[in-house]
């Protein structure tokens, strides 16, 4: 008779602990577990928090808490502002905060951010970190944008939205040379809304910058060097194709020397030690080289 009852008690165990687990969000950074303890919405540190004391959550004020794992946020589905400043994150995955508008994460460490989801963003400011990459064209609400700062190659802001944005910030991206956007002609132009948008001198808007992703390995195939570098007073650009112009910016974005001639020549006696980007330009398009001058 026991028997019978066994799969019916297993049943309703499972059940249980199926439930008890449902209501619980894996939180396994101390530091964010403890940030949420010192806001009163948990108890002890125990890698988990009961669900239903954050999902109401609207505004999540976490700055410098030395926190470097994120993961847990997804449980905070009503989350509207996080503030994540001075922190120790290296990648955020936000998607499933589908009612996000401003996201704060100034002065950390972060390689990759996935904002896929976050559909009600108005406000991204990742300045300060180490993003290579950076694609907000899904984020159609967008306002703000301030990504300054990184080491960003590819930035997409072709979201349909540009005339929303009316501030950008996306200068000291020492190899950011092509940001894509809704309207290059206008953005080139300075046309509003891109004239009150800040960027590298370096940097050129375009609707498709995948079109001349292969211009640096065609370059390379056509022998492109420069030499020497370091340098002290000439530098010199060889190229079997035909180079036309040659642009040298500080890691600043201000240009301080252009030649379009004799580029096996170049002086850089008049300038001051440190990092440069050499912007070179010739019939197959532009491609950028990095400079230290001894």
Same mark, same amino acid.
């Given at each position: 008779m026991l028997k019978k009852y066994i799969p019916v008690v297993l049943s309703f165990y499972l059940f249980i602990s199926g439930n008890i687990y449902a209501q619980n969000t894996y939180i396994p950074d101390d530091n964010f577990e403890q940030a949420i303890i010192d806001l009163g919405y948990d108890d002890v540190l125990d890698d988990y928090v009961v669900t239903s004391n954050i999902s109401g959550i609207t505004d999540l004020d976490l700055t410098d808490k030395t926190i470097s794992d994120l993961t847990g946020i997804e449980g905070f589905v009503n989350l509207v502002t996080l503030d994540c400043t001075d922190n120790q994150l290296t990648s955020l995955d936000v998607s499933n905060?589908?009612?996000l508008v401003s996201l704060i994460l100034l002065d950390n460490k972060l390689t990759s951010i996935n904002l896929n989801g976050a559909s009600s963003l108005e406000v991204l400011n990742c300045e300060d970190n180490q993003l290579t990459s950076l694609d907000v064209s899904n984020n159609t609400a967008l306002t703000s944008l301030n990504c300054s700062k990184n080491f960003l190659t590819s930035l997409n802001v072709k979201n349909g939205s540009n005339s929303l944005i009316t501030e950008f910030n996306a200068t000291a991206n020492i190899y950011l040379?092509?940001?894509?956007?809704?309207?290059?002609?206008?953005?080139?132009?300075?046309?509003?809304?891109?004239?009150?948008?800040?960027?590298?001198?370096?940097?050129? #808007? @375009? !609707?498709?910058?995948?079109?001349?992703?292969?211009?640096?390995d065609e370059l390379l195939s056509e022998g492109?060097?420069?030499?020497?570098n370091p340098v002290s007073n000439t530098l010199s650009i060889v190229s079997k194709l035909q180079l036309t112009k040659v642009?040298?910016?500080?890691?600043?974005?201000?240009?301080?020397?252009?030649?379009?001639?004799n580029f096996r020549s170049i002086s850089t006696?008049?300038?001051?030690?440190?990092?440069?980007?050499?912007?070179? #330009? @010739? !019939?197959?398009?532009t491609t950028v080289r990095g400079m230290i001058k001894k």
């Open positions: 905060n589908t009612k040379t092509c940001i894509q956007v809704d309207n290059a002609t206008d953005a080139n132009a300075g046309i509003a809304p891109y004239d009150t948008w800040q960027k590298d001198a370096i940097a050129t #808007y @375009s !609707e498709d910058c995948h079109s001349t992703a292969g211009i640096d492109l060097n420069i030499y020497p642009e040298i910016y500080t890691i600043l974005g201000q240009k301080v020397k252009e030649v379009s001639s006696t008049n300038l001051s030690k440190g990092v440069y980007m050499v912007k070179i #330009y @010739s !019939e197959k398009g």
